[in-house]
């Protein structure tokens, strides 16, 4: 067998380790490539193959550890220009990560402990510490007093903090509300407007109209009892109701002598539906002067200086004219008839 086709595994590892090991036959040596190989021959060149392959492995190897002492040097404290051997960079090195441990476990108790006070003075709540304190025998009652009122003010403090920075954020969401409402919906502001100013309209008109109403009510009672009969010197007989109702007609009756005028249910309807259009359209002083006229047309003078014998008889009288108003009330025909 050719030495060559021995030796063809080897061939395709040297190169890829960067040598240029090859056997002499492909090399263009005519005068090698003529030389048989002995055993011996075979064994020599094997050998030198395998050194070329240790020694490149070898060299590989320093240079990774050379670059590895390097990275080493420049993590650990030295000075510029200072010459360390491999051994000195590997006991700075252990040295220095020794201290980093060291520095390390005291910064940890170092932030357990700042935790741990930080629990007991500020995540702890006071009442829970004057607990504690309380329980220790430590401190005094004023100072028991004193912090508590201490702990009320900085509540109070906080939350008014709260509820100012919430007043000014729930306004600036409303201004901002506003804003894209009336962005989005311009129409519908404009409806909203004309609406509440139509509302603002009606109440200044209804509170207008209240005024004069109220107005017309005080000149009435200023009116009526300027008007009025004269007081009779014995006992009253003209009987004056209360202002009528628009819907109801009033009859005023006299002494035994006056007439009691019987009204028609055409007439009374007729009455009612003249003073509800004149209460719509606001004519009180209108009405005012025909309830005087009605007055003077109906009411007539009582005698002067009746009899003191004739008290009894005129009051007697008054009940029969009540009653006889009542049956013609009753009875709109007029067929009732007088006592």
């Given amino acids: 067998m050719h030495p060559a086709w021995e030796l063809g595994d080897t061939i395709p590892f040297l190169q890829a380790w960067g040598t240029c090991v090859r056997p002499a036959w492909e090399l263009g040596e005519p005068g ?16 030198r193959i395998r050194r070329e392959i240790a020694n490149s492995n070898e060299r590989r190897r320093m240079q990774s550890i050379n670059a590895g002492f390097q990275s080493l040097k420049t993590l650990i404290p030295h000075t510029d220009g200072e010459k360390l051997s491999k051994a000195a960079i590997l006991q700075q090195t252990a040295e220095y990560i020794f201290s980093l441990e060291q520095e390390k476990t005291r910064l940890l108790q170092q932030n357990t402990q700042l935790k741990r006070f930080i629990q007991e003075f500020s995540g702890s709540s006071p009442k829970r510490r004057r607990a504690e304190d309380k329980d220790e025998g430590i401190g005094s009652p004023d100072i028991w007093e004193d912090e508590k009122a201490e702990d009320l003010r900085r509540e109070m403090i906080e939350l008014r903090q709260q509820l100012d920075k919430e007043r000014s954020v729930r306004m600036m969401l409303e201004e901002q509300v506003r804003s894209l409402e009336a962005h989005m919906y311009p ?14 309209q009606q109440e200044q008109v209804r509170l ?23 007081a009779p010197t014995h006992h009253p007989t003209v009987i004056v109701p209360a202002p009528p109702p628009s819907h109801h007609v009033t009859v005023v009756t006299m002494g035994p002598s006056s007439v009691i005028n019987t009204v028609s249910t055409s007439r009374q309807n007729l009455d009612t539906i003249v003073q509800a259009i004149q209460h719509i359209e606001g004519t009180q002083e209108k009405q005012l002067q025909e309830e005087e006229q009605r007055r003077a047309v109906i009411v007539t003078p009582a005698r002067a200086c009746p009899e003191p014998s004739a008290s009894d008889t005129a009051s007697d009288t008054e009940g029969n004219d009540s009653d006889s108003m009542d049956q013609s009330k009753e009875d709109p025909s007029g067929e009732g008839e007088l006592p």
């Fill in 32 to 47: 090698l490539a003529n030389i048989p190989l002995t055993p011996e021959t075979q064994r020599d060149q094997e050998r």
């Fill in 187 to 200: 129409e519908k502001l404009k409806v909203i407007a004309q609406q509440v100013q139509l509302q603002q």
């Fill in 208 to 230: 207008l109209h209240q005024e004069k109403l109220e107005r017309e009510q005080q000149i009435r009672t200023q009116l009526l009892p300027a008007h009025g009969p004269p």
